[in-house]
């Protein structure tokens, strides 16, 4: 008995060490995405889907770019992340962020260098960009008369009762530095005072804040409830193409703003492979073009942005003026303070 | 074998450990968060050179303390109108609806048992311009244009809890009246006095404690609100707890939001306290 | 002003059957397809299967531990009871935001992953309050000389906690784990802030419900589980006035 009790002892621990071993090789094949709503749409990333049917990917959401570092910064387990164009630094100074291996990307001629360009900090490419658009003010042009040629139409007491402002401190304070020619990046204490004055007052102007394009800022465009807002391109597009309302999407000679979403790889990630090949795969063209058509978001891939040719896409990507970026503003870096500052600011007109 | 001693311990250290656990200790770390004066990754380990900077913050933002004030005052409205209409439904219920009270004790359930965010909706989609009752109004021919915008104000806020608190305040005053001695207002009765002063003198009296409990039941929750703020008060309708909720879900600052709810812990504390000193809690709980 | 009470709830439900997206008048006609639709949402079961699981774990926790506090308290005399009444009680008088918030912080810095299991947690310390009131109103009301003669009979605490004490208040406690169930399945201003990736119902909801299209889906879904919670509150009901 004993010998054989021995062989019994032996092949059970056979099995548990091939059950650790086991386990600890099966990486899980899964993904988490730090991901604003919307993105988690499949569409959005059908050609990973489709080349990786056995990945599982999971979305966590967050609601700003504030909440976004917010919930790194808290430990998020999330292998990518999405944030858009002023966040950069700050992940590349926690130590968050893995830097992209472009060598590996397959779609990254695709890019533009200008975009390459918004996605490098201190030199190096930490990120990759993905989803472009603009800021500027849709209005409806039964509603308001004439042409919107300023941003201060968001602030006009005339549309008293049906202005809509994004809920975001920092889009506030961007939206002040242009109507007065202020440099964003050079706020002092005194301007941000004159812009909480002006944003408070502006605040019985609006029927709401908004927080989400499709969620509360659309439904109550198409309704007519909402004549001037502050938006991306999205709604406007999806206007144009219901017809629900006239609308037009400003030109101000401020210059519109024009912002783009970028991925990071997160520096505690134990799929970075994996998440390389997960933003690669966003870039393909199956997976940007329906960015562009059903969501109405521009997307990094030139050969994708270059092949539209509905004539409502051209008009809200503003295709057919070949100088538009030449005339709208990146949203440059913020530092720490100033985020601080700015929603804390917000935050009082907010209350007031 | 677990002796007295023993079983007393087994019955009291689980309880105490948990709420130890899970509601000291997460109010303790609130507190010691809010004297932190940087945001930046939250640990046990690194960080702790603390300060009163966002209490500063806070004392420098009149428009936030005025928030918190304005808040609780419509928390008071809220919770004297809700208990105050929850009242007559209650009565009935407990004197008048006799043997057809299950019923309606089902009846009452209904509303309460229906998902509080769908009750909130259901007034955004009842008031807003293409909502149920504007489209109503037009179909039937009585108006043309829908009437402006009853949503996205402060009075939208309060009608809206008002209404979902209603058949949560009816409950336990139902059970307080239910608890009154049939024989005082018989013996009432005897003595002479009408309906009328048998309701304010003896029902009103006698329920008066689970009054207060229902009062206070709706008040403390109501001062914390956020969800309903966003569902339906627009600009306007902004209340102290989405501040709060700004600084941990849009701002990610979270030592001020930290402050700013440590200050709405104590203000509620305070006004628990107050109101124990005005009412006699004993006499509630019996 | 009953009207205003049943309004609502009662367009909710003839919306949930209205054959259109959008909750306008004139009705569309009779349709189950919302119903349908809902069957095959795996999101929108998987919440309300969250719920479930969360509301049961926390009504469980609640209702053992309230029945602790409500037996300490009661049956002994000893320091800190009424430290320990006071505790149980306090949850009431936080607001959700304020112990949202704290959990949150907590959980954050001790690096446990949000998930089911600390809504549930949170979950378990708001309804404590409920299933303390529930027991001990119960208990005050229950003969003590019941306990004390198993006792002197020769029986242990657990044997008697088992034979005499927990089959007097059994339908109670049921009243209790009912009440706590019902308190979390609905929460949601907690929930928010320790939900993970999973969401539980409402928090599901919340995040839904300005997507006009989704709502005749989402209606429907809580038109069938208001009908769970009216059963579950009526068995809570008959079983609290047996007593």
């Given at each position: ?42 569409d ?8 990786s ?16 570092l917010a ?31 472009t060598?590996?990307l397959?779609?990254?001629d ?16 930490y990120?990759?960009p993905?989803?472009?658009g603009?800021?500027?003010i ?9 042409e ?19 809920d ?15 440099d964003?990046?050079?706020?002092t ?6 812009i ?38 999205g ?11 006239p ?20 520096s ?12 690669d ?21 030139q ?12 008009k809200a990507f ?15 870096p ?19 | 074998?677990?002796?007295r ?9 689980p ?16 507190i ?8 930046g ?7 702790w ?15 936030w ?7 609780i005052g419509?928390a ?24 057809r009270?299950?019923?309606f004790?089902?009846?009452?359930l ?8 769908l ?16 489209s ?19 009075a939208?806020?309060?009608i ?7 058949p ?5 005053i ?67 707890g989405?501040l709060?909720?700004?600084f ?16 709405m ?22 | ?22 909750l ?7 349709t189950?397809?919302w ?18 699981v ?46 949202g ?23 378990s ?9 529930i ?18 009979l020769?029986?242990?605490y ?9 089959p ?20 949601v ?15 599901f ?22 009908i ?16």
């Amino acid at each position: 008995m004993p010998a054989q009790f021995r062989t019994a002892r032996r092949c059970l621990a056979l099995l548990a060490a091939s059950a650790i071993v086991l386990a600890a090789c099966a990486a899980p094949n899964k993904l988490l995405v730090l991901e604003w709503s919307g993105y988690e749409k499949p569409d959005f990333w059908t050609d990973f889907k489709t080349a990786s049917p056995d990945t599982a990917v999971s979305f966590e959401f967050g609601i700003s770019d504030a909440d976004i570092l917010a919930k790194m910064e808290g430990g998020s387990q999330a292998d990518i992340f999405h944030f858009y164009t002023g966040w950069q630094q700050f992940y590349v100074d926690e130590g968050m962020v893995k830097e992209i291996d472009t060598s590996k990307l397959t779609n990254w001629d695709k890019v533009p260098d200008s975009f390459k360009k918004l996605g490098q900090v201190n030199g190096k490419q930490y990120y990759l960009p993905w989803d472009w658009g603009f800021t500027s003010i849709l209005y409806n042009t039964d509603k308001v008369q004439g042409e919107i040629t300023s941003w201060d139409a968001l602030l006009d007491p005339k549309y008293a009762g049906h202005i809509s402002m994004w809920d975001d401190g920092p889009a506030a304070v961007t939206v002040s530095a242009y109507i007065h020619g202020w440099d964003e990046t050079k706020i002092t204490d005194d301007q941000l005072a004159q812009i909480e004055a002006e944003w408070k007052a502006q605040k019985p102007l609006n029927l709401h804040y908004w927080t989400g394009e499709y969620d509360d800022l659309c439904p109550e465009v198409e309704s007519g409830d909402i004549w001037v807002a502050y938006d991306w391109q999205g709604c406007y597009a999806t206007v144009l193409y219901d017809g629900s309302q006239p609308v037009a999407y400003a030109n101000p000679k401020e210059g519109r703003n024009s912002w783009v979403g970028l991925y990071g790889i997160s520096s505690k990630t134990a799929n970075y492979d994996l998440a390389l090949k997960f933003l690669d795969d966003k870039l393909a063209t199956l997976s940007c073009s329906n960015a562009v058509t059903q969501f109405y978001y521009g997307c990094a891939n030139q050969d994708v942005m270059a092949a539209v040719d509905d004539p409502v896409l051209i008009k809200a990507f503003s295709l057919d003026d070949p100088s538009i970026l030449e005339h709208t503003n990146f949203t440059p870096p913020v530092t720490a303070a100033q985020r601080d500052a700015w929603t804390e600011m917000w935050s009082r007109v907010k209350s007031e | 074998m677990l002796g007295r001693r023993g079983s007393l311990r087994f019955l009291a250290a689980p309880p105490f450990v948990w709420l130890t656990l899970l509601f000291i200790l997460p109010l303790l770390m609130a507190i010691a968060i809010s004297f932190r004066p940087h945001v930046g990754p939250i640990s046990f380990v690194t960080g702790w050179d603390l300060s009163l900077l966002q209490y500063k913050k806070v004392v420098d933002s009149p428009s936030w303390l005025r928030l918190l004030g304005i808040s609780i005052g419509m928390a008071f409205v809220i919770a004297a109108v809700a208990t105050v209409l929850a009242f007559p439904i209650a009565y009935f219920l407990a004197f008048r609806a006799r043997a057809r009270a299950p019923i309606f004790l089902v009846l009452l359930l209904v509303p309460s048992a229906t998902s509080f965010l769908l009750r909130v909706m259901a007034w955004k989609l009842l008031l807003g311009s293409n909502g149920a009752i504007n489209s109503f109004l037009i179909w039937i021919g009585l108006i043309r244009e829908p009437i402006g915008l009853l949503l996205y104000s402060q009075a939208a806020v309060i009608i809206t809890l008002i209404y979902v608190w209603i058949p949560f305040a009816a409950l336990p005053i139902y059970a307080a009246l239910q608890r009154i001695d049939r024989s005082h207002l018989e013996a009432a009765a005897d003595l002479g006095s009408g309906p009328w002063t048998r309701f304010y003198r003896v029902t009103v009296p006698l329920s008066f404690p689970g009054l207060v409990a229902t009062f206070v039941m709706v008040f403390i929750p109501t001062i914390g609100e956020y969800v309903t703020p966003v569902l339906v008060g627009g600009t306007k309708g902004i209340m102290y707890g989405n501040l709060i909720q700004d600084f941990f879900t849009r701002a990610g600052n979270w030592p001020l939001g930290s402050a700013l709810a440590v200050v709405m812990l104590g203000v509620t504390l305070l006004l628990v306290v107050v109101a124990l000193r005005i009412v006699d809690l004993r006499r509630v709980v019996a | 002003m009953l009207v205003l009470l049943y309004l609502p709830i009662v367009l909710l439900a003839v919306f949930s059957l209205n054959n259109g997206t959008t909750l306008t008048f004139p009705l569309k006609g009779f349709t189950l397809t919302w119903y349908q639709a809902m069957v095959g949402d795996q999101a929108l079961l998987g919440a309300a299967r969250n719920s479930l699981v969360v509301a049961t774990a926390a009504a469980t926790a609640a209702t053992a531990l309230g029945f602790a506090v409500s037996q300490a308290v009661l049956r002994f005399r000893f320091t800190g009871r009424r430290l320990l009444l006071g505790l149980a009680g306090a949850p009431l008088v936080v607001p959700f935001v304020v112990l949202g918030v704290a959990l949150f912080l907590l959980f954050t810095a001790l690096g446990i992953p949000r998930s089911l299991l600390t809504i549930a947690a949170g979950h378990s310390v708001v309804a404590l309050p409920y299933a303390t009131l529930i027991l001990l109103a119960r208990m005050v009301g229950l003969d003590p000389a019941l306990e004390e003669a198993a006792m002197d009979l020769g029986a242990t605490y657990p044997v008697t906690l088992r034979r005499v004490i927990i089959p007097l208040l059994g339908p109670s406690l049921l009243s209790a784990w009912l009440t706590c169930f019902i308190v979390s399945f609905d929460e949601v201003a907690l929930a928010n802030f320790l939900a993970g990736g999973d969401p539980t119902f409402p928090v599901f909801l919340y995040g839904q419900l300005r997507f006009a299209q989704r709502l005749p889906v989402l209606i429907a879904m809580a038109v069938v589980l208001m009908i769970g919670t009216i059963i579950l509150t009526l068995i809570a009901n008959r079983l609290r006035s047996r007593d």
